[in-house]
């Protein structure tokens, strides 16, 4: 099967969206599928890279600075996209955001009469953050933006979310296409319980006190992340025998070690900067818990990799997150924005370490139906789907406002 992907974001970027999306195209090529991914260069003008089976067209994009140190975005209509589409003849499109190159890549497939599919990872929560709007404004603003996004959705023949809330939200947002919950699944393989690794040399490495119950989050150093609410939570808690560990970079990270140094945390918070794909399984087996606070997640492949590596869960009760723990069981979930009770389920893990093995075992047998083969199986089947026409096309928005029109006289007369 020819597969085009298409989404503003991909590697080496380390986004939520790049990660699944290089998974997902990366082990379609690997189970024998022909796959081309069209997305934005942040490296000068376009250029096609060959990466592990993957033909990758990077196109030329804008630096958008004052929203977000890594936002860009390529111009709408590029002329481009319509050759390599001609050229690729894909039978199956699927896009990953409402973007300009997904925009382009949707109205040529439905030029075309090539079947197209959507995965969505967007919130407007993640992106209004960084637009400096009254409070006032926000729900308006954000409003807008589903509305931007629903625009390109709609038009698709079927769309994909990462979890049953993501989906839900998309339904009650007004989505009106077939919606499916795929998960964005780990690798199992690569991401794995290692009971004799070196827990000391690892934490060592990165200055991290083998002594001390270290609580790990993976991920942006973004302001939704919440990560400030943790530090908070730390410096509430008149104990020394416990570690805050942030991996990971964002925006927000220089604002985040100036709170770190406000609330004197000291040693009690560790900032570990970027870790890479080779040491990040390593990492995750050194922790004891992880800690994933955000408020806007459709899912967290974060917190997957961490279960995978059988780590005790503590999750902000949000949006998806409460989908990955059953509370007692692998971890415990904490009223998202209550330092309170993030500090009471630190302390509560940190009190019970005889219960850390069993929590790890639940983490780990939960996250088996997370496997990336499971993902990448479940998009095959919706390809095949289109391609079989168990999915009737999308109507186009003109059509829709047309029979909204009919649908409208129609109740008039009736009436």
Known sequence: MRILIAGQTYAPALNGQSIFTVNLAEGLARIGHQVMVITSSRAGPDRLL???GVAVQQLQSIALPFLHPDAHTTLPFNPQVSCLIRSFQPQVVHIHDHYPISGDVLRQARYRKIKTIGTD?????????????PPGLKPAFEKLLWGWMLLTYNCLDVAAAPSRTAADILRRNGLRVPVYPISCGV???RFRHIPDLDRVAVRRRYQLDPQKTLFLFVGRTDGEKRIDL?????QSLPRQDIQFAIAGRGAALA?????ARDLALGDKARFLGFVSAEDLPLLLNSADVFVMPSEAELLSIASLEAMACARPMLLARAQALPELVEPGSNGYLFEPGNLRDAARCIALLADHPAQWDRMGAASL?????HSLENTLHSYEKLYDGLLSGAFPRSLSPRRRINQRIRRAISNLLRS
């Open 121 to 133: 990872h967007f919130m407007p929560q993640n992106a209004s953050p960084y637009v400096p709007l």
């Open 50 to 52: 060959e990466e592990n």
């Open 365 to 369: 047998k939960k996250v088996q139906s």
């Open 230 to 234: 943790i530090l908070r939570a730390f």
């Open 187 to 189: 690798d199992l393989a």
């Open 255 to 259: 604002s985040l070690q100036a709170l």
